[in-house]
């Protein structure tokens, strides 16, 4: 297979800390990837005069894959071009437990869903206003009994679920049950929606999942309200297989996920388009322990196995997965978060000793 370009935006804080041994660990499986590490966030405003100059654009848009830390600041506007720029539409976070995660479940053990959230539209698209900036629109709200600008002063937020958007999303929740359903799992796919309270939004959501469904007839479906599904999500994880959510409830579910097989520092996530995809761990950027080498390398990890399934690295993926499975499996070389005292760096040597 030829060389992969693959993009690095190491990100703020720790997450640097977790970006380069990783970035190290890879190289030990041979795979032939180029690293490309474009100007970005301080770095390119020092070099550049902007926190996401051309030349990084021009990295991205010539790589196959972008591996991304974790922003709390000048990198997010990389982030907003891989996302809104590149259309990466489908944010997938896989919650898997394996044994050794610090799992606050007294039965984890068979938790293996996919939340997949579509990742561009709904509360995202970042339209805000003055309540009073309504009043031209004459809305009258149903349930308060009167024109929403008198309700002010106040902000207001635009929510748009899209009939494109949301089919995109939903044949790649099916898709992916379906190829998991190859390799063993129930193929089912589960939408959560608030369609009892938002019929016209979140109902377009509803129905345009059921449609979608009807052309993936080997693979279960139904439809939850979210409040009911983020009970059962915690009641019977074990149950879910793949979940299609808008924006807003994949992003607040999609933790929780994290936090049933044991925190955000286990969590991987890629973001897929069409025509790219790029891949960062789900956690912040950890300033609290910013220097120390204290951060999980975990979910950097679990992403570079998405990244590397994804530009077909197959057998890389599945050595990297399988190693850092028998490191926490053993137990004996874990970050404090997971109630061991290794640093980043040693934790990835025991992953290492393990390919």
Not at 84 to 95: D, E, H, I, L, M
Not at 116 to 135: C, H, I, P, T
Not at 153 to 167: N, Q, S, W
Request: hydrophobic fraction near 40%; proline fraction near 6%; charge should be negative.
């Amino acid at each position: 297979m030829s060389a992969k370009r693959v993009v690095v935006i190491e990100g703020e804080d720790a997450a640097p800390e977790a970006i380069r041994p990783s970035i190290e660990l890879i190289d030990r499986l041979g795979v032939e990837i180029e690293w490309l590490h474009p100007p970005v966030g301080e770095r390119g405003i020092e070099r550049c005069g902007s926190a996401f100059p051309a030349e990084a654009k021009r990295a991205i848009d010539g790589s196959d894959a972008t591996l991304f830390g974790a922003t709390s600041g000048k990198s997010a506007a990389a982030l907003f071009y891989l996302r809104w720029g590149r259309q990466t539409y489908a944010n997938v976070r896989p919650a898997r437990f394996r044994a050794g995660f610090k799992s606050p479940l007294v039965r984890p053990e068979r938790i293996d869903f996919v939340i997949v959230r579509e990742n561009l539209e709904d509360l995202y698209l970042f339209l805000e206003g003055e309540v009073e900036d309504l009043a031209p629109l004459g809305l009258v709200s149903p349930t308060a009994r009167r024109p929403v600008a008198e309700m002010g002063p106040g902000r207001y937020a635009l929510k748009v679920i899209t009939e494109a958007g949301t089919e995109r999303v939903c044949r790649f929740a099916f898709q992916l049950a379906r190829a998991r359903k190859g390799r063993g799992r129930p193929g089912r796919v589960t939408s959560g929606t608030k369609h009892n309270m938002l019929p016209r939004s979140d109902g377009l959501f509803r129905s345009v999942a059921e449609r979608v469904a009807g052309d993936y007839p080997e693979i279960e479906f139904r439809s939850l309200i979210v409040d009911d599904l983020a009970h059962q999500l915690v009641a019977r994880p074990e149950d879910f297989d793949v979940v299609v959510l808008p924006n807003l409830y994949g992003d607040v579910l999609s933790d929780a996920a994290a936090g049933l097989v044991g925190g955000l520092g286990l969590a991987p996530s890629g973001c897929y388009g069409d025509d790219y995809a790029y891949f960062e761990s789900a956690h912040g950027t950890a300033p609290d322990i910013a220097g120390r080498n204290l951060i999980n390398p975990t979910a950097t990890l679990l992403s570079a196995v998405m990244m590397l399934e994804h530009l077909g690295f197959a057998d890389a993926a599945e050595r990297l997965d399988s190693a850092l499975t028998r490191a926490y499996a053993e137990g004996r070389v874990l970050t404090p978060d997971q109630g061991g005292s290794a640093s980043t760096t040693e934790f990835c040597e025991a992953v290492a000793a393990r390919l």
